[in-house]
Antibody, heavy 119, light 112 residues
Framework: EVQLVESGGGLVQPGGSLRLSCAAS????????MHWVRQAPGKGLEYVSG????????YYANSVKGRFSISRDNSKNTLYLQMGSLRAEDTAVYYC????????????WGQGALVTVSS | DIVMTQSPDSLAVSLGERATVNCKSS????????????LAWYQQKRGQPPKLLIY???IRESGVPDRFSGSGSGTDFTLTISSLQAEDVAVYYC?????????FGQGTKLEI
């Protein structure tokens, strides 16, 4: 059974930093591309970032480019999202998801981690 | 970046009736070399993460009931639920994965 478990969410002040993790199991993590998608309270889905299976290429939404950094550790089956210069509008549930490649649909999703940016 | 626009924003359908959700992309998402539309549909029930329903515009994910179907090509796509069941109450999103950053439609809330 595929499992994606996000952690690291919480309350952070504007301008602060936070690192999310996504622990993967039940599939070949090192083969799949991975992604972060967020959902602000009561709002729709917003694509945040993606990374190829070997970590060689990364992709970002314009809204987070230069502030967020995606990475992965295939030896630990874990995906990361380092978030910096956080703003109130970054408040959201952050989901990790997998796909067979960049340029493929998002197949499995985690339950999400809530990030709240507030003073 | 590709902008995805869904219609309607919300929809009320009676049990057993057909529901139709439309999705329009600002650019073509059909890749000519493999003749595939890089378009997926997701279902999100209250308090749950999204769930993949349809990919390549018309391929049903394993385990998804056959009352769900996807159609369209190029820039115009449709998700159809042929006979609405109570458990289909959810928000439905289309998404393009033709180019990064991927983008989602704003969502369509389906009610009974």
């Amino acid at each position: 059974e595929v499992q994606l478990v996000e952690s690291g969410g919480g309350l952070v002040q504007p301008g602060g930093s936070l690192r999310l993790s996504c622990a993967a199991s039940g599939f070949s993590f090192s083969r799949d591309a991975m992604h972060w998608v967020r959902q602000a309270p009561g709002k729709g889905l917003e694509y945040v970032s993606g990374i190829t299976s070997n970590g060689g290429s990364t992709y970002y939404a314009n809204s987070v480019k230069g502030r967020f950094s995606i990475s992965r550790d295939n030896s630990k089956n874990t995906l990361y999202l380092q978030m910096g210069s956080l703003r109130a509008e970054d408040t959201a549930v952050y989901y990790c998801a997998n796909s067979l490649a960049i340029g493929a649909h998002l197949k499995d999703w985690g339950q999400g981690a809530l990030v709240t940016v507030s003073s | 970046d590709i902008v995805m626009t869904q219609s309607p924003d919300s929809l009320a359908v009676s049990l057993g009736e057909r529901a139709t959700v439309n999705c329009k992309s600002s650019q073509n998402v059909l890749f000519d070399s493999n003749n595939k539309n890089y378009l997926a549909w997701y279902q999100q029930k209250r308090g749950q993460p999204p769930k993949l329903l349809i990919y390549w515009a018309s391929i049903r994910e394993s385990g998804v009931p056959d009352r769900f179907s996807g159609s369209g090509s190029g820039t115009d796509f449709t998700l159809t639920i042929s006979s609405l069941q109570a458990e289909d109450v959810a928000v439905y999103y289309c998404q393009q994965y033709y180019s990064t950053p991927y983008s989602f439609g704003q969502g369509t809330k389906l009610e009974i």
